[in-house]
């Protein structure tokens, strides 16, 4: 199992987090999640200025692209795009960093 730390920052910071957004986030990541993502758990915490998730996601072979990493971002970018909600009030992810696969 992996597990992935992701965030979406906020377009506007609002007077106070509304915790339903959390729930609307992780509805979103499950009606958006292909099998090819390998998403089994998911959670979501707002914070003034971020929406912060955990995504729990079967692991692959290492050599597997995209890797557990590539895979969040690309889901939850789906979700950004697509869900009302966190289209009208987050920024795109940016794209994840690259990784050197020789360090590991």
Do not use: N
Not at 1 to 13: C, E, G, P, Q
Not at 39 to 48: E, F, N, R, T, Y
Not at 49 to 65: G, I, K, T
Request: net charge negative; glycine share 2%.
């Amino acid at each position: 199992m992996d597990i992935v730390y992701a965030s979406l920052k906020r377009r506007h910071a609002p007077a106070a987090a509304d915790a339903s957004e959390a729930a609307e986030a992780v509805d979103a990541l499950w009606a958006h999640a292909d099998p090819a993502d390998g998403l089994q758990h998911a959670s979501a915490q707002p914070a003034p200025d971020r929406m912060d998730f955990l995504l729990y996601l079967l692991s692959r072979d290492p050599a597997d692209e995209p890797d557990a990493v590539g895979r969040a971002h690309s889901l939850i970018s789906r979700c950004q795009r697509t869900s009302p909600l966190l289209r009208r009030h987050y920024l795109p992810p940016e794209p994840p960093a690259p990784m050197d696969r020789a360090a590991g």
